[in-house]
């Protein structure tokens, strides 16, 4: 009789346990996520070519029509960008994965309507990233970027411009004696060459503000 009682009490403990794990399992399973997928046609979430894995978000609450989160993840390596209101705007203000160095991934998007924006995003450190915008031309495997400053859009300003070097962490002002009368202001530089020892840079512009006369000038800039 005793063995049966024993038997009985293990069945019944074992019954006990196994409903207190399944409904364990379900009360985690129904935990909400805080992001979802986003869901574009324009782009997609991808593994680069050294590994890294880009997810596009949204949080799974009001905001996810409107707000932007990137996720890029290595091992135990994970960075998140978070932009409010991008999925607002047309599509291709969304930073699209474009190419990465071994220390740099890089996204493209807009930043107006004929405005070209480019989106770094540091491997080697957490949570780092600049967002270059009125970008004229760039140069992934050399790390470089050329882009037009806020200074050349204020009136009467001469045209002024930066030269990015990631891998030297360098950044360089360019300054101009002239004006860039275009409203889209990186359209005042025609030929772009990039190289490890120098950047050419030439330029049609204004001579100055009392004259229509252009002028059109190299500039050749050590990175």
């Known amino acids: 009789m005793t063995r049966v009682l024993k038997i009985i009490y293990l069945i019944t403990s074992t019954i006990t346990y196994l409903t207190s794990c399944q409904q364990h399992h379900k009360q985690i399973k129904s935990i909400p996520t805080p992001f979802i997928p986003m869901k574009s046609n324009y782009v997609q979430d991808t593994i680069t070519p050294d590994g890294w894995n ?14 932007l989160y990137i996720e890029c993840s290595k091992a135990s390596i994970k960075t998140l960008y978070y932009r409010p209101h991008f999925l607002e705007f ?77 891998t030297k962490n360098r950044e360089q002002n360019i300054q101009y004696s002239s004006i ?12 772009v060459i990039f190289s490890q020892n ?4 030439k330029t049609t512009l204004r001579k100055n503000i009392n004259t229509l006369e252009t002028i059109t000038e190299t500039k050749e800039i050590i990175p």
């Open 54 to 67: 880009i997810k596009y978000l949204v949080k799974n609450d009001s905001t996810k029509e409107s707000d």
């Open 180 to 191: 860039c009368d275009a409203t889209y202001k990186p359209s005042c530089v025609d030929t």
């Open 90 to 166: 047309k599509e291709y203000f969304i930073p699209k994965f474009i190419g990465e160095t071994n220390s740099f991934l890089f996204f493209k998007h807009g930043c107006a309507s004929d405005c070209a924006a480019i989106l770094v995003v540091n491997k080697k450190r957490f949570s780092s990233y600049t967002d270059y915008q009125d970008v004229i031309n760039y140069n992934i495997n050399l790390q470089q970027i050329l882009y037009v400053t806020q200074k050349a859009y204020k009136d009467g300003r001469l045209y002024d411009l930066s030269l990015v070097n990631l």
């Open 198 to 201: 120098k950047v050419i840079i």
